[in-house]
T-cell receptor, first 111, second 118 residues
């Protein structure tokens, strides 16, 4: 079945550092999504990407829809303590298809 | 914005009892809701798709008699964990499908329910 490989699994960074994470698949997706899950909460949509090559920002977050439609990247600039959490990538093939989630990247910020 | 609530947020029960978790879409109607399970430090695992007015569709390996799903109205789906055992302890998250947005159907997640079975 469709699978998303998300990396890294976890990251330990210093406050103020930039963060990069990515998601790859052997399948093509027509929509890429990035969610964040705060500890003890449900995921919240951060960015949706609809077109190959698209680059979209949401504050300090920037995500890109890969040209091949098989990958996506999320960057966080100048990390702050509230960025801690799990970041999930997700892909959708067609509108009525299920959203397929990656395994998540756990972001930890060192004091 | 679209809000999804879950109740209870935490529940502790004895082994062998049944626990019902409610998922409500507060300001929109959802014909489709999803139930996920998340183990500590693990990813979201889709358990089943809940369809209003019809039977739920379960993912492979999920026992439908163990995890009963009822989507009684356009704003409410319930998950009942029957005869709960310690291995059922987990974080259960629901999501409700909203309107189609360009190329996908938005999903709005609830805040989750932490189930602990003693």
């Amino acid at each position: 079945g469709q699978q998303l490989n998300q990396s890294p699994q976890s990251m330990f960074i210093q406050e103020g550092e930039d963060v990069s994470m990515n998601c790859t698949s052997s399948s093509i997706f027509n929509t890429w999504l990035w969610y964040k899950q705060d500890p003890g909460e449900g995921p919240v949509l951060l960015i949706a990407l609809y077109k190959a090559g698209e680059l979209t920002s949401n504050g300090r977050l920037t995500a890109q829809f890969g040209i091949t439609r098989k990958d996506s990247f999320l960057n966080i600039s100048a990390s702050i303590p509230s960025d801690v959490g799990i970041y999930f990538c997700a892909g959708v093939m067609n509108r009525d298809d299920k959203i397929i989630f990656g395994k998540g990247t756990r972001l930890h910020i060192l004091p | 914005g679209a809000v999804v609530s879950q109740h209870p947020s935490r529940v502790i029960c004895k082994s062998g009892t049944s626990v019902k978790i409610e998922c409500r879409s507060l300001d929109f109607q959802a014909t489709t809701m999803f139930w996920y399970r998340q183990f500590p430090k693990k990813s979201l695992m889709l358990m089943a798709t809940s369809n209003e007015g019809s039977k739920a569709t379960y993912e492979q390996g999920v026992e439908k008699d163990k995890f009963l799903i009822n989507h009684a109205s356009l704003t409410l789906s319930t998950l009942t964990v029957t005869s709960a055992h310690p291995e059922d302890s987990s974080f259960y998250i629901c999501s409700a499908e909203g309107l189609a947005v360009r190329s996908y159907n938005e999903q709005f997640f609830g805040p989750g329910t932490r189930l602990t079975v003693l």
